[in-house]
């Protein structure tokens, strides 16, 4: 005897009690023909008919959400990616002046070159 026929003889002595639900009524309006349970049955076909067109059009609404977002989301990545050209191209020319500027006792003892490197590494970091 296996322990499955072991359980299965131990149910078949205690027999389970009946399950519990909805009785019945008895009678002549218990019918589901009534007048009653038809209604019933129609005001619930509706509120579920409502309920499932509601759920379609919150479902339509997000999908359209998320479709203006990423379209949003590629734009700004493009509008990220001309700025740090364009910022690149500032830096550059920023550099160019300061060395070729006869003033250039305002740049003395800053290295240019290490403050635009450790700004331009801080820039790709957060754009990541």
């Not at 250039?104 to 290490?114: H, N, R, V």
Request: proline share 2%.
């Amino acid at each position: 005897m296996t322990q499955f026929d072991s359980c299965k003889c131990a149910i078949d002595r205690f027999q389970m009690p009946p399950r519990k639900g909805r009785v019945k009524k008895e009678g002549p309006e218990s019918g589901e023909d009534s007048d009653e349970y038809r209604k019933k049955r129609d005001r619930n076909n509706l509120a579920v008919k409502r309920s499932r067109v509601k759920s379609k059009q919150k479902t339509q609404e997000t999908l359209n959400r998320v479709t203006k977002l990423r379209h949003e989301n590629s734009i700004l990545e493009e509008k990220v990616k001309t700025l740090t050209k364009e910022l690149g191209f500032l830096k550059e020319l920023f550099i160019a002046h300061a060395a070729n500027n006869v003033d250039s006792a305002k740049f003395e003892g800053i290295d240019l070159q290490q403050l635009l490197t450790e700004d331009t590494s801080a820039t790709t970091s957060d754009t990541k």
